[in-house]
């Protein structure tokens, strides 16, 4: 089955720029989808298609994809992107969705 | 406004059955592929199910194959998982989630999530 793998925590300041990857065999062929989870709630859509983002999300959010590894951009941090992402994509050799491990992003 | 609000989670025991009901308001229901997402408690998302627009077509994860059945009525704006042989390891928040577009590909985002509802395996 396919595999995405992402670093458990992302540490970052007010201010900077925060980069969560997902890794995965040639993911630079897949459409890869960005979602955000604050504790207790539901995931929010924040980048589709590797870099699209829908209606509502800052421009602060991006993406990027090539090879084997798609990247979620954060410029500017703000305490309020503290949450757990998630990177996700459909793997067609097997009919499966799939979510990546997800990452922690906390502002110091 | 666009909404998915799940229900009919609760405490069942082992090998018992439950079923999910998530409903849709805001949107054309009957247009749009579906999902079920679970998140088991501290852990990652896991993709469950997935139903084509017009229940044409269903996608289950490995992990529920043959167990779980998901399923729609159009006429009545309602996405359902029927959850049957529940083992411990199905304890999860269950999410419904749809589809980002009006499309026949598979792959799509989800774009809309409901609130989630708790199932709980327990002796």
């Known amino acids: 089955s396919y595999v995405l793998t992402q670093p458990p925590s992302v540490s970052v300041a007010p201010g900077q720029t925060a980069r969560i990857t997902c890794g995965g065999n040639n993911i630079g062929s897949k459409s890869v989808h960005w979602y955000q989870q604050k504790p207790g709630q ?63 992003v906390t502002v110091l | 406004q666009v909404q998915l609000v799940e229900s009919g989670g609760g405490v069942v025991q082992p090998g018992g059955s439950l079923r999910l009901s998530c409903a849709a308001s805001g949107f054309t229901f009957s247009s749009y592929g579906m999902h079920w997402v679970r998140q088991a408690p501290g852990k990652g998302l896991e993709w469950v199910a997935f139903i084509r627009y017009d229940g044409s077509n269903k996608y ?20 359902y ?15 419904c989630a749809k589809d980002l577009t009006v499309t026949t590909s598979l792959g799509d985002a989800f ?11 327990s002796s």
């Not at chain 1, 602060?60 to 410029?75: D, H, K, M, P, Y």
């Open chain 1, 42 to 104: 539901a995931p929010v859509l924040v980048v589709y298609d590797d870099s699209d983002r829908p209606s509502g999300i800052p421009e602060r959010f991006s993406g990027s994809n090539s090879g084997n590894t798609a990247t979620l951009t954060i410029s500017r941090v703000e305490a309020g992107d503290e949450a757990d992402y998630y990177c996700q994509v459909w793997d067609s050799s097997s009919d499966h969705y799939v979510f990546g491990t997800g990452t922690k």
């Open chain 2, 60 to 79: 289950y994860a490995d992990s529920v194959k043959g167990r779980f059945t998901i399923s729609r009525d159009n006429s009545k704006n309602t996405l």
């Open chain 2, 81 to 95: 998982l029927q959850m049957n042989s529940l083992r411990a390891e199905d304890t999860a928040v269950y999410y």
């Open chain 2, 111 to 121: 774009d809309i999530w409901g609130q989630g509802t708790m199932v709980t395996v």
